[in-house]
Protein backbone atom coordinates (compact mmCIF):
# COMPACT_ATOMS: atom_id res chain seq x y z
CA UNK A 1 0.00 0.00 0.00
CA UNK A 2 3.29 2.51 1.16
CA UNK A 3 4.60 2.00 -2.02
CA UNK A 4 1.19 3.26 -4.14
CA UNK A 5 1.39 6.76 -2.21
CA UNK A 6 3.06 9.29 -4.43
CA UNK A 7 6.17 10.87 -2.64
CA UNK A 8 7.54 13.97 -3.18
CA UNK A 9 11.67 13.68 -2.98
CA UNK A 10 14.39 16.48 -2.68
CA UNK A 11 17.65 15.55 -3.44
CA UNK A 12 20.90 17.51 -3.01
CA UNK A 13 23.59 16.89 -5.75
CA UNK A 14 26.81 16.15 -4.93
CA UNK A 15 29.84 14.85 -6.92
CA UNK A 16 30.43 11.77 -4.98
CA UNK A 17 27.99 11.68 -2.09
CA UNK A 18 24.34 12.73 -2.20
CA UNK A 19 21.41 13.24 -0.14
CA UNK A 20 17.60 12.55 -0.62
CA UNK A 21 15.06 13.73 1.26
CA UNK A 22 11.54 12.27 1.14
CA UNK A 23 8.01 13.18 2.08
CA UNK A 24 4.21 11.33 1.87
CA UNK A 25 2.29 13.40 0.08
CA UNK A 26 -0.56 13.54 2.43
CA UNK A 27 -2.13 15.51 5.83
CA UNK A 28 0.97 16.60 7.86
CA UNK A 29 3.41 15.54 4.79
CA UNK A 30 5.30 12.99 7.18
CA UNK A 31 8.46 12.46 6.52
CA UNK A 32 9.23 8.64 4.77
CA UNK A 33 13.12 8.82 4.90
CA UNK A 34 16.26 10.25 4.31
CA UNK A 35 19.12 8.57 2.57
CA UNK A 36 22.82 9.41 2.30
CA UNK A 37 23.66 7.79 -1.20
CA UNK A 38 26.76 7.57 -2.65
CA UNK A 39 26.90 7.77 -6.78
CA UNK A 40 26.96 4.79 -8.14
CA UNK A 41 23.63 3.98 -5.66
CA UNK A 42 21.57 6.87 -6.84
CA UNK A 43 20.27 5.74 -10.69
CA UNK A 44 19.65 2.32 -8.89
CA UNK A 45 17.90 3.80 -6.03
CA UNK A 46 15.27 5.89 -8.44
CA UNK A 47 15.16 2.92 -10.54
CA UNK A 48 13.46 1.20 -7.60
CA UNK A 49 10.98 3.83 -6.34
CA UNK A 50 7.64 4.14 -7.14
CA UNK A 51 6.29 7.22 -8.86
CA UNK A 52 7.66 9.97 -7.60
CA UNK A 53 7.57 13.80 -7.84
CA UNK A 54 11.50 14.72 -7.31
CA UNK A 55 12.91 18.28 -7.00
CA UNK A 56 16.62 19.23 -7.36
CA UNK A 57 18.51 22.01 -7.21
CA UNK A 58 19.31 23.50 -11.04
CA UNK A 59 23.32 23.29 -10.75
CA UNK A 60 25.97 21.28 -11.94
CA UNK A 61 25.02 17.73 -13.56
CA UNK A 62 21.34 19.03 -12.62
CA UNK A 63 20.02 18.08 -16.08
CA UNK A 64 21.95 14.71 -16.60
CA UNK A 65 20.34 13.22 -12.78
CA UNK A 66 17.02 14.75 -14.35
CA UNK A 67 16.67 12.72 -17.37
CA UNK A 68 17.44 9.73 -15.75
CA UNK A 69 14.69 10.45 -13.62
CA UNK A 70 12.70 10.93 -16.13
CA UNK A 71 13.67 7.56 -17.67
CA UNK A 72 12.73 5.62 -14.68
CA UNK A 73 9.33 7.58 -14.40
CA UNK A 74 9.30 10.00 -12.01
CA UNK A 75 8.52 13.89 -12.74
CA UNK A 76 11.56 16.14 -11.83
CA UNK A 77 11.29 20.00 -10.91
CA UNK A 78 14.64 22.18 -10.98
CA UNK A 79 14.79 24.85 -8.92
CA UNK A 80 17.45 27.86 -8.98
CA UNK A 81 19.29 27.50 -6.12
CA UNK A 82 19.15 31.47 -4.89
CA UNK A 83 15.32 30.41 -5.12
CA UNK A 84 15.82 27.47 -2.43
CA UNK A 85 18.33 28.84 -0.21
CA UNK A 86 15.46 30.54 1.46
CA UNK A 87 13.76 26.99 2.47
CA UNK A 88 17.01 26.18 4.66
CA UNK A 89 16.46 26.17 8.48
CA UNK A 90 19.42 26.88 10.55
CA UNK A 91 22.79 25.84 9.83
CA UNK A 92 23.82 24.64 6.27
CA UNK A 93 24.32 20.83 5.47
CA UNK A 94 23.53 18.41 3.52
CA UNK A 95 20.21 16.62 5.22
CA UNK A 96 18.88 20.68 5.52
CA UNK A 97 19.39 21.20 1.79
CA UNK A 98 17.36 18.62 1.01
CA UNK A 99 14.46 18.97 3.13
CA UNK A 100 14.70 22.48 1.68
CA UNK A 101 14.29 21.08 -1.79
CA UNK A 102 11.77 19.05 -1.11
CA UNK A 103 9.85 22.02 0.81
CA UNK A 104 10.89 24.75 -1.83
CA UNK A 105 9.28 22.55 -4.78
CA UNK A 106 5.91 22.69 -2.89
CA UNK A 107 4.99 25.81 -3.09
CA UNK A 108 2.82 27.33 -5.91
CA UNK A 109 4.72 30.68 -6.74
CA UNK A 110 7.94 28.63 -6.95
CA UNK A 111 9.66 29.18 -10.69
CA UNK A 112 11.27 25.94 -12.10
CA UNK A 113 13.86 25.46 -14.75
CA UNK A 114 13.15 23.56 -17.82
CA UNK A 115 15.29 20.15 -18.11
CA UNK A 116 17.27 20.64 -21.00
CA UNK A 117 17.93 17.29 -23.51
CA UNK A 118 21.55 16.15 -24.28
CA UNK A 119 21.92 17.50 -27.67
CA UNK A 120 20.75 20.75 -26.23
CA UNK A 121 23.26 20.69 -23.09
CA UNK A 122 26.10 19.76 -25.83
CA UNK A 123 25.18 22.97 -27.84
CA UNK A 124 25.22 24.85 -24.75
CA UNK A 125 28.62 23.41 -23.97
CA UNK A 126 29.55 24.41 -27.42
CA UNK A 127 28.75 27.78 -27.22
CA UNK A 128 30.13 28.44 -23.47
CA UNK A 129 33.25 27.07 -24.69
CA UNK A 130 33.24 29.04 -28.24
CA UNK A 131 32.99 32.62 -25.41
CA UNK A 132 36.07 30.97 -23.69
CA UNK A 133 38.21 30.79 -26.46
CA UNK A 134 37.26 34.54 -28.37
CA UNK A 135 37.68 36.05 -25.10
CA UNK A 136 41.57 34.41 -24.24
CA UNK A 137 41.99 35.38 -28.34
CA UNK A 138 41.02 38.96 -27.77
CA UNK A 139 43.65 38.68 -24.70
CA UNK A 140 46.59 37.54 -26.93
CA UNK A 141 45.52 40.68 -29.10
CA UNK A 142 45.96 43.12 -27.01
CA UNK A 143 48.98 41.42 -25.06
CA UNK A 144 50.98 40.82 -28.63
CA UNK A 145 50.04 44.34 -29.06
CA UNK A 146 51.28 45.71 -25.86
CA UNK A 147 54.74 43.72 -26.18
CA UNK A 148 54.89 45.33 -30.02
CA UNK A 149 54.45 48.42 -28.17
CA UNK A 150 57.09 48.37 -25.73
CA UNK A 151 59.73 47.93 -28.26
CA UNK A 152 58.59 51.22 -29.74
CA UNK A 153 56.19 49.18 -32.80
CA UNK A 154 52.54 50.12 -32.75
CA UNK A 155 49.94 49.01 -35.31
CA UNK A 156 46.81 50.55 -36.63
CA UNK A 157 43.72 50.01 -34.43
CA UNK A 158 41.74 47.01 -35.66
CA UNK A 159 42.08 43.64 -36.76
CA UNK A 160 44.18 45.04 -39.95
CA UNK A 161 46.73 46.85 -38.03
CA UNK A 162 47.14 43.19 -36.15
CA UNK A 163 47.49 41.48 -39.08
CA UNK A 164 50.24 43.78 -40.08
CA UNK A 165 51.97 42.50 -36.79
CA UNK A 166 51.71 38.92 -37.36
CA UNK A 167 53.02 39.64 -40.85
CA UNK A 168 56.30 41.14 -38.99
CA UNK A 169 56.75 37.78 -36.72
CA UNK A 170 56.31 35.54 -40.06
CA UNK A 171 58.35 37.62 -42.62
CA UNK A 172 60.67 37.88 -40.04
CA UNK A 173 60.83 42.18 -41.18
CA UNK A 174 63.58 44.17 -40.08
CA UNK A 175 61.18 45.77 -37.66
CA UNK A 176 60.73 42.43 -35.76
CA UNK A 177 64.90 41.21 -36.51
CA UNK A 178 65.73 43.96 -34.32
CA UNK A 179 64.20 43.10 -31.20
CA UNK A 180 65.89 41.12 -28.25
CA UNK A 181 65.39 37.76 -28.72
CA UNK A 182 63.70 37.22 -25.46
CA UNK A 183 60.93 39.07 -26.89
CA UNK A 184 61.05 37.68 -30.20
CA UNK A 185 60.28 34.58 -28.72
CA UNK A 186 57.49 36.02 -26.41
CA UNK A 187 55.76 37.30 -29.54
CA UNK A 188 56.45 34.27 -31.92
CA UNK A 189 55.13 31.81 -29.45
CA UNK A 190 51.96 34.73 -28.90
CA UNK A 191 51.50 34.52 -32.51
CA UNK A 192 51.11 30.74 -32.18
CA UNK A 193 48.72 30.56 -29.55
CA UNK A 194 46.87 33.71 -31.33
CA UNK A 195 46.65 31.11 -34.27
CA UNK A 196 45.80 27.93 -32.62
CA UNK A 197 43.23 29.50 -30.60
CA UNK A 198 41.63 31.43 -33.91
CA UNK A 199 41.49 27.96 -35.74
CA UNK A 200 39.05 26.52 -32.66
CA UNK A 201 36.69 29.43 -32.65
CA UNK A 202 36.25 29.02 -36.60
CA UNK A 203 35.77 25.56 -35.95
CA UNK A 204 33.11 26.27 -33.11
CA UNK A 205 31.61 28.36 -35.87
CA UNK A 206 31.56 25.86 -38.28
CA UNK A 207 29.50 23.13 -35.59
CA UNK A 208 27.07 26.06 -35.09
CA UNK A 209 26.29 26.60 -38.51
CA UNK A 210 26.35 22.74 -39.30
CA UNK A 211 24.09 22.56 -36.13
CA UNK A 212 21.68 25.18 -37.52
CA UNK A 213 20.91 23.18 -41.04
CA UNK A 214 18.37 20.72 -39.40
CA UNK A 215 17.15 23.10 -36.76
CA UNK A 216 13.37 24.82 -37.50
CA UNK A 217 13.17 26.93 -34.49
CA UNK A 218 17.00 28.13 -34.51
CA UNK A 219 16.07 28.85 -38.49
CA UNK A 220 12.76 30.76 -37.47
CA UNK A 221 14.64 32.97 -35.35
CA UNK A 222 16.99 34.03 -37.68
CA UNK A 223 13.99 35.64 -38.96
CA UNK A 224 14.41 38.86 -36.43
CA UNK A 225 16.56 41.47 -37.86
CA UNK A 226 18.95 41.78 -34.46
CA UNK A 227 19.39 37.60 -34.46
CA UNK A 228 21.72 36.33 -35.71
CA UNK A 229 23.27 32.35 -36.54
CA UNK A 230 25.04 32.40 -32.77
CA UNK A 231 22.19 34.16 -31.27
CA UNK A 232 19.42 31.91 -32.64
CA UNK A 233 20.97 28.86 -31.64
CA UNK A 234 22.23 30.03 -28.12
CA UNK A 235 17.73 31.00 -27.42
CA UNK A 236 17.13 27.59 -29.06
CA UNK A 237 19.29 25.68 -26.86
CA UNK A 238 18.85 28.13 -23.69
CA UNK A 239 14.86 28.18 -24.15
CA UNK A 240 13.87 24.49 -24.40
CA UNK A 241 10.35 25.05 -23.26
CA UNK A 242 8.86 28.42 -23.52
CA UNK A 243 5.79 27.58 -21.88
CA UNK A 244 8.29 27.56 -18.51
CA UNK A 245 7.53 31.68 -18.77
CA UNK A 246 4.30 33.07 -18.74
CA UNK A 247 5.20 36.32 -20.96
CA UNK A 248 7.94 37.87 -23.09
CA UNK A 249 8.56 40.24 -20.64
CA UNK A 250 9.16 37.00 -17.53
CA UNK A 251 11.99 35.77 -20.53
CA UNK A 252 13.33 39.21 -20.90
CA UNK A 253 13.37 39.49 -16.71
CA UNK A 254 15.24 36.38 -16.45
CA UNK A 255 17.85 37.53 -18.88
CA UNK A 256 18.02 40.59 -17.13
CA UNK A 257 17.25 43.05 -19.62
CA UNK A 258 14.34 44.78 -17.56
CA UNK A 259 15.19 48.02 -14.94
CA UNK A 260 16.44 47.00 -11.23
CA UNK A 261 13.17 48.01 -9.17
CA UNK A 262 12.89 49.90 -5.82
CA UNK A 263 9.67 50.56 -5.00
CA UNK A 264 7.84 51.57 -1.81
CA UNK A 265 3.96 52.61 -1.94
CA UNK A 266 3.22 55.11 -4.37
CA UNK A 267 6.51 55.83 -4.68
CA UNK A 268 7.84 53.75 -8.04
CA UNK A 269 12.29 53.81 -8.30
CA UNK A 270 13.11 51.87 -11.15
CA UNK A 271 16.88 52.15 -12.31
CA UNK A 272 19.36 50.04 -14.87
CA UNK A 273 18.85 46.53 -16.11
CA UNK A 274 18.80 44.29 -13.29
CA UNK A 275 21.92 42.04 -15.43
CA UNK A 276 20.60 38.86 -13.52
CA UNK A 277 19.94 35.52 -15.32
CA UNK A 278 21.94 33.98 -18.04
CA UNK A 279 24.80 37.02 -19.07
CA UNK A 280 25.84 35.04 -22.18
CA UNK A 281 22.30 35.29 -23.69
CA UNK A 282 22.24 38.94 -22.60
CA UNK A 283 25.42 39.90 -24.26
CA UNK A 284 24.39 37.65 -27.64
CA UNK A 285 21.09 40.08 -27.94
CA UNK A 286 22.95 43.70 -27.01
CA UNK A 287 25.69 42.69 -29.32
CA UNK A 288 23.19 42.06 -31.96
CA UNK A 289 20.94 44.93 -31.44
CA UNK A 290 24.27 46.99 -31.45
CA UNK A 291 24.85 45.47 -34.91
CA UNK A 292 20.90 46.25 -36.38
CA UNK A 293 21.20 49.84 -34.82
CA UNK A 294 23.76 50.70 -36.45
CA UNK A 295 23.04 49.65 -40.38
CA UNK A 296 19.74 51.61 -39.68
CA UNK A 297 22.13 54.63 -38.47
CA UNK A 298 23.80 54.01 -42.08
CA UNK A 299 20.56 53.67 -44.00
CA UNK A 300 21.05 50.43 -44.87
CA UNK A 301 18.24 48.70 -43.57
CA UNK A 302 15.06 50.24 -45.54
CA UNK A 303 12.37 47.94 -43.53
CA UNK A 304 13.18 49.44 -40.05
CA UNK A 305 10.24 50.59 -38.02
CA UNK A 306 9.69 54.28 -36.94
CA UNK A 307 10.64 53.28 -33.16
CA UNK A 308 13.52 51.69 -34.33
CA UNK A 309 14.43 54.73 -36.07
CA UNK A 310 14.09 56.22 -32.89
CA UNK A 311 16.35 53.87 -31.26
CA UNK A 312 19.17 54.15 -33.73
CA UNK A 313 19.19 58.38 -33.16
CA UNK A 314 19.17 57.94 -29.54
CA UNK A 315 22.29 60.12 -28.09
CA UNK A 316 22.82 57.40 -25.54
CA UNK A 317 23.58 54.51 -27.74
CA UNK A 318 24.02 51.82 -25.17
CA UNK A 319 20.68 52.08 -24.02
CA UNK A 320 19.23 51.88 -27.01
CA UNK A 321 20.50 49.02 -27.86
CA UNK A 322 19.58 47.62 -24.31
CA UNK A 323 15.85 48.52 -25.24
CA UNK A 324 16.00 46.71 -28.49
CA UNK A 325 17.43 43.37 -27.49
CA UNK A 326 14.30 43.78 -24.62
CA UNK A 327 11.89 43.95 -27.23
CA UNK A 328 14.06 41.18 -28.87
CA UNK A 329 14.16 38.63 -25.84
CA UNK A 330 10.00 39.22 -26.27
CA UNK A 331 9.86 39.23 -30.18
CA UNK A 332 11.53 35.43 -29.65
CA UNK A 333 10.29 33.69 -26.69
CA UNK A 334 6.63 34.77 -28.55
CA UNK A 335 7.73 33.29 -32.05
CA UNK A 336 8.88 30.29 -30.11
CA UNK A 337 6.15 29.56 -27.83
CA UNK A 338 3.38 30.26 -30.67
CA UNK A 339 5.70 28.55 -33.28
CA UNK A 340 5.22 31.71 -35.96
CA UNK A 341 7.42 33.07 -38.16
CA UNK A 342 8.85 36.54 -37.51
CA UNK A 343 5.85 39.34 -39.05
CA UNK A 344 7.62 42.57 -39.81
CA UNK A 345 6.41 45.87 -39.97
CA UNK A 346 3.26 46.80 -41.58
CA UNK A 347 4.08 48.93 -44.28
CA UNK A 348 1.63 51.79 -43.28
CA UNK A 349 3.96 51.67 -39.61
CA UNK A 350 7.20 51.84 -41.53
CA UNK A 351 5.93 55.44 -43.14
CA UNK A 352 4.02 56.89 -40.51
Known amino acids: MTELIRLRIGIDLAKSVFQVHGVRQEPGEPVAFTKRLKRSQ ?22 YWARVAVKHGHEVRLMPPAYVKAY ?5 TDAHDAAAI ?7 TMRFVAVKSEADQA ?8 ASFVARRTALVNQTRAAFAEAGVVAAA ?6 DLLRLIETRADAFACLAPALRMVLEELAAQWESVDKAVRRFDAGIAAALKNNVRAKR ?6 IGPIGASALDAHLP ?6 SGRDFAAWIGLTPREASSGNTVRRG ?6 DGYLRRLLVLGATAYLARVRRGAVKTASAWERKMAAHPRRKLAAVALANKTARIAWAMLARSEDYRAPDAAVLTA
Do not use: D, W, Y
Open 123 to 130: MISLHRTR
Open 42 to 63: LEHFLSKLAPSLIGMEACSTAH
Open 272 to 277: SITKKG
Open 221 to 226: LMQVPA
Open 88 to 92: VKRNK
Open 102 to 108: CEAMSRA
Open 158 to 163: GAGGFS
Open 241 to 246: EPAVFG
